[in-house]
């Protein structure tokens, strides 16, 4: 959904959500390993009809990968309305609780990451265990 004019600094960012569905034209940037973490991906993939077919043939997609996209802002239900910015991540940042690490671990979406951009690498402290501990709690 495009923003509105009088939309927010944060509405007029065009921005990737790490938290996208397996869809294509979706970029694949991490990989769920053994130990319920995420892998990320030197480079993320633009996945297409063929990886998807694939991928919905096993568990759903989205808890063996990680995907991003495009975010919607407010065309997505997460969007917070009132602060203007993406309510996940603060969700995720108040429930996993790890603190900010003084690294960053390699990620192949930093640079246009709606979460990085909102909450630094405190977002990235949480970020490769979102499947793992998140999805039961937020994710409705
Ligand atoms: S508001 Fe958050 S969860 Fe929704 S699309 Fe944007 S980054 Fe993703």
Redesign the pocket.
């Known amino acids: 959904m495009e923003p509105k004019n009088n939309s927010t600094p944060n509405e007029k960012q065009n ?6 569905v397996c869809k294509p034209g979706a970029k694949l940037y991490g990989i769920v390993n053994a130990n319920g973490l995420i892998d990320y991906l030197k480079e993320p993939i633009e996945i297409d009809e063929t990886f998807m077919a694939t991928a919905l043939k096993g568990r759903e997609p989205e808890k063996r990968f990680r995907f991003s ?5 407010s ?6 309305t009132t602060g203007h ?5 603060n969700s995720v940042i108040e429930i996993i609780g790890n603190d900010e690490s003084s690294e960053l671990q390699h990620c192949g979406i930093r640079a246009k990451c ?2 990085f951009a909102q909450r630094k690498g405190l977002a990235c402290a949480q970020c490769n265990e979102v499947i793992r501990n998140i999805e039961m709690k937020i994710v409705g």
């Open positions: 921005l990737t959500c790490p938290s996208y996209g495009t975010c919607a802002k065309g997505c239900k997460q969007w917070d910015e993406c309510g996940l991540i709606r979460w």
